[in-house]
Structure formats: structure tokens, C-alpha cells
């Protein structure tokens, strides 16, 4: 039982570069979500998934997409990178009816 | 829109003794979650401890425990015995209840704890 995987842990960009981070979970999770960290933010939400198929906007989600196309797999993408978007990246997901949100360990990006 | 107020953003304390960390929120929910996660060095985050509004007795995880003022919006998370193991970024986060059609995370900015010798 792997929890939550992300991939890849870092990556560079130059700016208007595009990207897609992988999230994985192996714990038959219904709701998933993307955040950003940056210093002195703490962390935000960009997009988040309540079930297969589904996706909706957090509080940061300009210059972000995401998909859930299968139920263990929640992905975003950024199609111009600006350096606006360097920040670590965290996954996260829960059991729909439950509490805590198990986060993976995230990634770095840095666009230069 | 829920905020969630860190006003330490550092605090340091000696192994052995005890430190609290504050954070207060902003809501016009009665029924919510309150949480504090550790985010160590390895950047993984943690779940330190839980609190449902609806109840009144404060949770206690180990060493770890909360002083929920429900009226004041206030939560604070004590930590006694610190540990070297406790250095760490910690945050507080809301939560809106289940059934209000989505169950989102909104943290405040977190406060670096350090523990020294």
C-alpha cells in the first residue's frame, strides 16, 4: 500500500514550457486535491475532484487544468509555465465520507 | 470564505518543556473540523490532531492537545514534553462540514516551531 504517490518529486521549466504532475492513490479514495505551497503561504488549493470524472476550482486556480480520468489518478497541468508557478506541489486524497486528507510528498517546480 | 489566522510565524522552546501555538478563524458555520498538521523537514505533512466543533471536550493526542474556544474562534494546539522530533512547520486548518456539498481545506500559514537541546 503505497498511499499517495506524486511524480516526478522535481522538475525545472522554462517559462511557457507546459507539464502534467502525476497523483496516485492506491486507497479507493473518492475526493482528491491539488495545493500549492509557497513561503509565508502555507498551503492553497488549485483544483480539487470529488469523484471519477469530476473537477472543480480551489481558491488559486488560474493557469492550472486538471483531470480524474480513473478514479486513482488525478493530474495537473500547466500549459504555459510562468515563474509565477514556481512552488512545491502536494497531492491529496480522502475517503468522501471521512475526515483527514492523506497527502503525498509532494513536488518541486521551479520555472526559470 | 473561511480565514484561518497564524499570528506566530516562529517560536522556539527548549526540549522537556511545554509550548503553545495559537490560531484563530473566521467562520459564519456552527458545525466544522479543525485540524493541526506537521509538516517536518521531509516536507510530508501529518495529521497531529482533530477537533468537530459540535463537541465540547478538547481532543488530546499523546503529548499533543487542544484548547477549542468556540465562542472566541480560537484553537490552539500544546504541546507538552517537547522533542527534538517536534521541529516542524505546523498549520492549522478549517474544514466546512460533509454534507455542505464539499469538504475542502483552508490553512492558515503555519508556524515554524523549533526545538532545541
Known amino acids: 500500500n503505497a498511499g499517495v504517490t506524486q511524480t516526478p518529486k522535481f522538475r525545472v521549466l522554462k517559462t511557457g514550457q507546459s507539464m502534467t504532475l502525476l497523483c496516485a492513490q492506491d486507497?479507493?479514495?473518492?475526493?482528491m486535491y491539488w495545493y500549492r505551497q509557497d513561503p509565508g503561504m502555507g498551503l492553497r488549493l488549485i483544483h480539487y475532484?470529488?469523484?471519477?470524472?469530476?473537477?472543480a476550482k480551489g481558491e488559486v486556480p488560474d493557469g492550472y487544468n486538471v483531470s480524474r480520468l480513473k478514479k486513482q489518478n488525478f493530474l495537473l497541468g500547466l500549459e504555459s509555465a510562468a515563474p509565477s508557478q514556481t512552488s512545491v506541489y502536494f497531492c491529496a486524497s480522502k475517503v468522501g465520507a471521512g475526515y483527514e486528507q492523506y497527502f503525498g510528498p509532494g513536488t518541486r517546480l521551479t520555472v526559470t | 470564505a473561511q480565514t484561518v489566522t497564524q499570528s506566530q510565524p516562529e517560536m522556539s522552546v527548549q526540549e522537556a518543556e511545554t509550548v503553545t501555538l495559537s490560531c484563530t478563524y473566521d467562520?459564519?458555520?456552527?458545525?466544522?473540523?479543525l485540524f493541526w498538521y506537521k509538516q517536518p523537514p521531509s516536507r510530508q505533512m501529518i495529521l497531529v490532531i482533530r477537533?468537530?466543533?459540535?463537541?465540547?471536550q478538547n481532543a488530546t493526542e499523546n503529548r499533543f492537545s487542544v484548547n477549542f474556544q468556540k465562542a472566541a474562534k480560537s484553537f490552539s494546539l500544546k504541546i507538552s514534553d517537547s522533542q527534538l522530533g517536534d521541529t516542524a512547520m505546523y498549520f492549522c486548518a478549517f474544514m466546512k462540514p460533509l454534507n455542505s456539498g464539499y469538504s475542502t481545506l483552508t490553512f492558515g500559514k503555519g508556524t515554524m516551531l523549533l526545538v532545541s537541546p
Open positions: 477537533q468537530e466543533a459540535y463537541k465540547q
Open positions: 486507497m479507493n479514495h473518492e475526493y
Open positions: 475532484s470529488v469523484g471519477e470524472g469530476t473537477t
Open positions: 467562520t459564519s458555520e456552527n458545525n466544522y473540523y
